[in-house]
């Protein structure tokens, strides 16, 4: 951690990508789905490449240029833990529709040669018609660069037009820049939003498959249960005094004996998934068996001869006499059981009505497609009039559900902050179009951020950051066409977006760290506002070099000028003034190096001294307590928000506070018995201090009240979660009160601790 001495740039080793291809490969070798196998083999398959590349040197992991000949712009196949395979998403054999272009177009079914056509006044025509209906799609960003050169063409900006072909040229030959055709334009993403389409929740039920067990039970209630019962009821007729075969069977016995026997090879062919009428010590394989040999014409053996007494006693005991009322009540509960359709079966239904939708897009109205079963759909299909569709293919219809993205989070669609990462890229990439005058490349704008939004981030170290959407060629070449609207309407549009999103996910998962996917959108639309707000990302632990952006250490500040004088500060034993003038500091040091710093050695020794002993020597968790103490003094981005967005999350700061304690206690109780709790604990101390957070910014007494009542909370919990949670709410009481911790984070008295997630030497709250 000394500023002084010069670290070596970090490099990421192949033990992470020999870990997941040998998972990757005993899952092809062994799961017993053929699907999971086929997908397994795949994924090995990228790890295999990825691994061929970092030993040839063809791949350069931790760089923003991973794949050697490839600019930062190209898309990249990227597989779990950012790791480039070194192929693009953009190259590969040609997609049918490029196939179908070029037979449309007379030329060679060959990139170069599509490229080299739309530079023609025909492939020109073709582009601008495609601009003008809006019958397009954006797969991956490369797909727009065609069409921007389009626009660019008919608006007169040539040189733009020329520039971007220069460009793309070299690329031409392995990279696909021809958009993909669609039967309409894309829904406006401002109004709604959706977080799978039609087609993805057809995939996804395409791929179920009949339970089996459940298959099994209808099987055994519908077939073998009703058959068991005809055995019984025939071995009945040879009984006397409730003993069977006390009468000898007559004739008429033993020829009804062979129709049963003959009917039993016909169900056992048939029905195949239920096997217990083969097991010898079953009840229904002991009259089996037995009536077989008397047909034949053996005496019983006095052992078969107990067991078949036995077996028709039991099942007499246990049911009741065939046609009397108990029995007779169970038998119809169990055939209506066995009637009732699979979830296969419906889930079939739900393709039927899916079919008929537009695939590419969400829906509106998910209602009509959920009700019951039809009297025409049960003639069509068989099922029977009136069943339900089950919960399971409730959620993944509801799950296409397109409306506004506060609508799908109160509706469970979006249950998590990262689900909320992942949709919204759709609501940023209509604002951030909306700052482009003409409405055709507004259209195009948006479908170009909405593929990037999907492009993976990539592993990098040394601090370099993530391609933006900006250093596109494509989107360069018509940054021009928004400085006729980038004034304050614009701006005023994406801060209003921000404000909404930044409130929503605050709300709506309280305690849960803000993910880096939508930080990273945060950011963008920050950008529009020009608000000086820093976003911060979580750093990864395994990968930090002891170094972090200027950008942390302005968060920081803005965090002092919110909570400067506050129970949060008074807590974590921040000196937010001391911080100030560190920022004032650097930021004068920058000014006269001429250039802007790429780290911030003043807040990395900060962090690094207030994780103390602990971030002296490297390992994954000494590294975690000092990203640790940077979330603390940034508030990783709820001071920025607060302070800087204007968020105000309804219905207020004491109800934030409770409900982020109550996800401390659901956290906290994950803990008891848990062979590898380090996680829930880190999980735990982020929830503590988002509350801490929000303490603060209620009114003084509303602040009392709510710290009055956490206990009440911890009670309805285990009582494992009280003990456990006791050391920190005596702490946040004592800081509450005027007390202070000492060095170590805990009370003279030894009962109140500072609750913090990362620890090197074992946690107290184990």
Same mark, same amino acid.
């Given at each position: 951690?000394?500023?002084? %001495?010069?670290?070596?740039?970090?490099?990421?080793?192949?033990?992470?990508?020999?870990?997941?291809?040998?998972?990757?490969?005993?899952?092809?070798?062994?799961?017993?789905?053929?699907?999971?196998?086929?997908?397994?083999?795949?994924?090995?398959?990228?790890?295999?490449?990825?691994?061929?590349?970092?030993?040839?040197?063809?791949?350069?992991?931790?760089?923003?240029?991973?794949?050697?000949?490839?600019?930062?712009?190209?898309? &990249?196949?990227?597989?779990?833990?950012?790791?480039?395979?070194?192929?693009?998403?953009?190259?590969?054999?040609?997609?049918?529709?490029?196939?179908?272009?070029?037979?449309?177009?007379?030329?060679?079914?060959? !990139?170069?040669?599509?490229?080299?056509?739309?530079?023609?006044?025909?492939?020109?025509?073709?582009?601008?018609?495609?601009?003008?209906?809006?019958?397009?799609?954006?797969?991956?960003?490369?797909?727009?660069?065609?069409?921007?050169?389009?626009?660019?063409? !008919?608006?007169?900006?040539?040189?733009?037009?020329? *520039?971007?072909?220069?460009?793309?040229?070299?690329?031409?030959?392995?990279?696909?820049?021809?958009?993909?055709?669609?039967?309409?334009?894309? @829904?406006?993403?401002?109004?709604?939003?959706?977080?799978?389409?039609?087609?993805?929740?057809?995939?996804?039920?395409?791929?179920?498959?009949?339970?089996?067990?459940?298959?099994?039970? !209808?099987?055994?209630?519908?077939?073998?249960?009703?058959?068991?019962?005809?055995?019984?009821?025939?071995?009945?007729?040879?009984?006397?005094?409730?003993?069977?075969?006390?009468?000898?069977?007559?004739?008429?016995?033993?020829?009804?004996?062979?129709?049963?026997?003959?009917?039993?090879?016909?169900?056992?062919?048939?029905?195949?998934?239920?096997?217990?009428? !083969?097991?010898?010590?079953?009840?229904?394989?002991?009259?089996?068996?037995?009536?077989?040999?008397?047909?034949?014409?053996?005496? +019983?053996?006095?052992?078969?001869?107990?067991?078949?007494?036995?077996?028709?006693?039991?099942?007499?005991?246990?049911?009741?006499?065939?046609?009397?009322?108990?029995?007779?009540?169970?038998?119809?509960?169990?055939?209506?059981?066995?009637?009732?359709?699979?979830?296969?079966?419906?889930?079939?239904?739900?393709?039927?009505?899916?079919?008929?939708?537009?695939?590419?897009?969400?829906?509106?109205?998910?209602?009509?497609?959920?009700?019951?079963?039809?009297?025409?759909?049960?003639?069509?299909?068989?099922?029977?009039?009136?069943?339900?569709?089950? @919960?399971?293919?409730?959620?993944?219809?509801?799950?296409?559900?397109?409306?506004?993205?506060?609508?799908?989070?109160?509706?469970?669609?979006?249950?998590?902050?990262?689900?909320?990462?992942? +949709?919204?890229?759709?609501?940023?990439?209509?604002?951030?179009?909306?700052?482009?005058?003409?409405?055709?490349?507004?259209?195009?704008?948006?479908?170009?951020?909405?593929?990037?939004?999907?492009?993976?981030?990539?592993?990098?170290?040394?601090?370099?950051?993530?391609?933006? %959407?900006?250093?596109?060629?494509?989107?360069?070449?018509?940054?021009?066409?928004?400085?006729?609207?980038?004034?304050?309407?614009? *701006?005023?549009?994406?801060?209003?977006?921000?404000?909404?999103?930044?409130?929503?996910?605050?709300?709506?998962?309280?305690?849960?760290?803000?993910?880096?996917?939508?930080?990273?959108?945060?950011?963008? &639309?920050?950008?529009?506002?020009?608000?000086?707000?820093?976003?911060?990302?979580?750093?990864?632990?395994?990968?930090?070099?002891?170094?972090?952006?200027?950008?942390?250490?302005?968060?920081?500040?803005?965090?002092?000028?919110?909570?400067?004088?506050?129970?949060?500060?008074?807590?974590?034993?921040?000196?937010?003034?001391?911080?100030?003038?560190?920022?004032?500091?650097?930021?004068?040091?920058?000014?006269?190096?001429?250039?802007?710093?790429?780290?911030?050695?003043?807040?990395?020794?900060?962090?690094?001294?207030?994780?103390?002993?602990?971030?002296?020597?490297?390992?994954?968790?000494?590294?975690?307590?000092?990203?640790?103490?940077?979330?603390?003094?940034?508030?990783?981005?709820?001071?920025?928000?607060?302070?800087?967005?204007?968020?105000?999350?309804?219905?207020?700061?004491?109800?934030?506070?409770?409900?982020?304690?109550?996800?401390?206690?659901?956290?906290?109780?994950?803990?008891?018995?848990?062979?590898?709790? &380090?996680?829930?604990?880190?999980?735990?101390?982020?929830?503590?201090?988002?509350?801490?957070?929000?303490?603060?910014?209620?009114?003084?007494?509303?602040?009392?009240?709510?710290?009055?009542?956490?206990?009440?909370?911890?009670?309805?919990?285990?009582?494992?979660?009280?003990?456990?949670?006791?050391?920190?709410?005596?702490?946040?009481?004592?800081?509450?009160?005027?007390?202070?911790?000492?060095?170590?984070?805990?009370?003279?008295?030894?009962?109140?601790?500072?609750?913090?997630?990362?620890?090197?030497?074992?946690?107290?709250?184990?």
């Amino acid at each position: 951690m000394n500023d002084n %001495v010069e670290q070596q740039p970090l490099t990421a080793a192949p033990s992470y990508p020999e870990a997941q291809l040998a998972k990757a490969f005993m899952t092809a070798l062994t799961h017993g789905d053929a699907d999971t196998r086929r997908r397994a083999e795949v994924r090995g398959q990228r790890w295999r490449e990825v691994l061929a590349g970092m030993a040839a040197g063809r791949l350069s992991v931790g760089s923003r240029t991973p794949v050697e000949g490839l600019p930062p712009w190209v898309t &990249l196949e990227v597989v779990r833990g950012g790791f480039a395979t070194g192929t693009a998403s953009a190259g590969g054999p040609l997609q049918a529709y490029e196939v179908e272009a070029a037979r449309s177009f007379g030329v060679p079914a060959e !990139r170069r040669a599509l490229f080299a056509c739309c530079l023609t006044e025909p492939g020109l025509a073709w582009l601008w018609a495609r601009l003008d209906s809006g019958h397009y799609e954006i797969g991956v960003p490369e797909e727009a660069a065609l069409l921007t050169m389009a626009w660019l063409a !008919r608006h007169g900006e040539m040189n733009a037009a020329l *520039g971007l072909v220069a460009e793309l040229e070299p690329f031409a030959d392995r990279l696909r820049f021809l958009p993909r055709p669609a039967d309409g334009p894309a @829904p406006d993403a401002i109004a709604a939003v959706h977080r799978y389409t039609v087609s993805e929740a057809v995939d996804t039920l395409t791929r179920r498959r009949p339970n089996a067990a459940i298959e099994t039970q !209808r099987e055994a209630l519908a077939v073998w249960q009703p058959f068991g019962d005809e055995l019984l009821v025939h071995w009945l007729r040879t009984a006397q005094d409730g003993r069977v075969l006390q009468l000898a069977p007559d004739a008429d016995w033993l020829a009804h004996g062979e129709v049963l026997l003959g009917r039993y090879r016909l169900l056992a062919a048939e029905h195949t998934r239920c096997t217990k009428h !083969r097991n010898p010590k079953k009840n229904l394989g002991i009259l089996r068996g037995a009536l077989e040999e008397t047909v034949a014409g053996r005496p +019983l053996e006095m052992r078969r001869l107990g067991l078949l007494r036995h077996a028709v006693e039991s099942m007499v005991r246990r049911r009741g006499l065939p046609g009397s009322v108990a029995h007779t009540a169970l038998r119809r509960r169990q055939a209506e059981q066995a009637v009732l359709p699979s979830h296969h079966a419906l889930a079939q239904l739900m393709l039927r009505r899916l079919a008929v939708l537009p695939q590419e897009t969400g829906i509106t109205d998910v209602a009509p497609l959920l009700g019951a079963v039809t009297e025409e759909e049960s003639r069509e299909t068989g099922l029977p009039a009136g069943a339900v569709v089950p @919960p399971t293919i409730r959620q993944v219809v509801e799950s296409t559900l397109s409306a506004p993205l506060g609508t799908l989070v109160e509706r469970g669609v979006v249950p998590s902050a990262e689900v909320l990462a992942e +949709l919204v890229p759709q609501l940023v990439a209509a604002t951030t179009a909306q700052a482009y005058g003409d409405e055709t490349l507004q259209a195009l704008m948006a479908a170009n951020y909405r593929a990037f939004g999907n492009r993976r981030s990539l592993l990098l170290l040394n601090l370099e950051r993530q391609v933006r %959407v900006e250093e596109l060629p494509w989107v360069r070449a018509v940054s021009g066409q928004r400085s006729a609207v980038l004034g304050k309407p614009d *701006g005023e549009g994406a801060l209003a977006v921000l404000r909404q999103l930044g409130e929503l996910a605050v709300r709506a998962f309280p305690g849960t760290i803000l993910p880096n996917p939508l930080v990273r959108e945060f950011g963008v &639309l920050e950008r529009q506002c020009d608000l000086s707000a820093p976003f911060v990302e979580e750093l990864a632990a395994d990968i930090f070099m002891g170094t972090f952006s200027p950008k942390f250490l302005t968060a920081a500040r803005v965090a002092g000028e919110l909570l400067d004088g506050t129970l949060y500060e008074r807590y974590y034993g921040i000196d937010y003034a001391a911080i100030r003038n560190l920022a004032i500091a650097e930021t004068g040091a920058a000014l006269i190096r001429s250039h802007g710093a790429r780290t911030s050695p003043g807040f990395a020794r900060l962090c690094a001294e207030r994780a103390g002993a602990a971030s002296r020597s490297w390992s994954v968790a000494a590294n975690g307590t000092v990203i640790e103490q940077a979330q603390i003094l940034t508030t990783h981005n709820l001071a920025t928000l607060v302070h800087r967005v204007g968020i105000a999350p309804r219905p207020g700061w004491p109800d934030l506070a409770r409900r982020c304690f109550v996800t401390v206690c659901r956290l906290a109780s994950r803990v008891h018995r848990n062979p590898r709790p &380090l996680g829930t604990i880190k999980d735990t101390a982020y929830a503590w201090r988002q509350m801490v957070f929000h303490l603060p910014l209620c009114p003084p007494e509303e602040q009392r009240r709510v710290i009055a009542g956490l206990d009440e909370e911890t009670a309805r919990h285990p009582a494992h979660v009280a003990t456990r949670l006791a050391p920190a709410l005596a702490g946040l009481a004592l800081v509450a009160e005027g007390g202070a911790f000492g060095g170590d984070g805990t009370a003279d008295d030894g009962r109140a601790r500072r609750f913090l997630g990362w620890s090197t030497d074992g946690h107290w709250i184990r």
